[in-house]
């Protein structure tokens, strides 16, 4: 069976009102397992109540969407199954939601149904408790959530992160920072991202030295982070990157981003 879906709707227990899991979809691109409807959806019960989401006070809606693809190592003739996780969360009747993504990688060259089951629970387990750690600590005064930056649980921290970002908190300036220098691609892309939200222009050196490691096609990724976060530096990067880039890709996103950036400007100018 190569390609499939399903949908699942579940309750999950919480103090007042159920949070309510209102999608599942599973769409591969390659084979990699089957695994029923129901499999899934006791997955997601078990992760949800692991991840302690008795602790929301309201209804809360969370629409959860998994992706299961095929990614080639262009440096090795080895292929990688991996199942990429969204999950989206945001109080019933708002859009101040958020999302969690988490990614498993699949070892069994046959991509045996148990080993797809266990890498989907614990990305489920991964993104549930960090969802439910992020609602907890939207409600936390600041200097909770900034102690919590320094908690012993990988989701306590990232849950943290996360609420100094929204809060626009300078504290998370540092910790994002950091990431820029991490191994795994798609936390360098959240890192990035999440600088760009913050608005702090004191990341945009950073930004730019690190992707000038990883080579062009990150380059290409972080220009319109860089024209979000504005500043001189920002404008002297772009506009040197627009004709002097040596990849035309990054030259050619670097006109856009240069453009973007100077219609901020003139946008900030005439709201003054």
Request: net charge positive.
């Amino acid at each position: 069976m190569k390609h499939w879906k399903f949908a699942a709707l579940l309750a999950v227990a919480s103090c007042d009102k159920p949070a309510v899991v209102g999608r599942v979809a599973i769409a591969p691109l390659e084979e990699i397992a089957e695994v029923s409807g129901a499999d899934v959806a006791a997955l997601l019960r078990g992760s949800f109540e692991r991840a302690g989401f008795q602790i929301v006070g309201e209804g809360m809606v969370v629409d959860l969407s998994m992706d299961a693809r095929v990614d080639v190592d262009k440096q090795s003739p080895q292929t990688r199954k991996m199942l990429w996780v969204h999950l989206g969360v945001r109080p019933r009747g708002r859009d101040n939601g958020f999302s969690v993504a988490r990614r498993g990688e699949l070892h069994d060259e046959g991509g045996a149904s148990g080993e797809f089951t266990t890498v989907l629970g614990r990305c489920l387990d991964q993104a549930a408790s960090e969802a439910a750690k992020t609602i907890a600590l939207r409600q936390a005064m600041g200097f909770r959530v900034r102690r919590a930056l320094k908690s012993k649980i990988p989701a306590e921290r990232a849950a943290a992160l996360r609420v100094l970002v929204e809060r626009k908190d300078p504290a998370a300036l540092e910790p994002l920072l950091n990431l820029l220098s991490s191994e795994d691609l798609d936390a360098y892309q959240r890192a990035v991202g999440a600088l760009a939200e913050l608005g702090e222009v004191a990341a945009v050196n950073p930004i730019v030295q690190s992707a000038s490691r990883r080579g062009p096609l990150v380059e290409r990724g972080v220009l319109y982070a860089i024209a979000s976060l504005g500043g001189d530096d920002a404008l002297a990067y772009l506009d040197f990157s627009a004709t002097g880039a040596a990849d035309p890709g990054v030259r050619q996103a670097a006109v856009e981003a240069l453009a973007e950036l100077k219609a901020n400007r003139r946008g900030a100018k005439e709201k003054r």
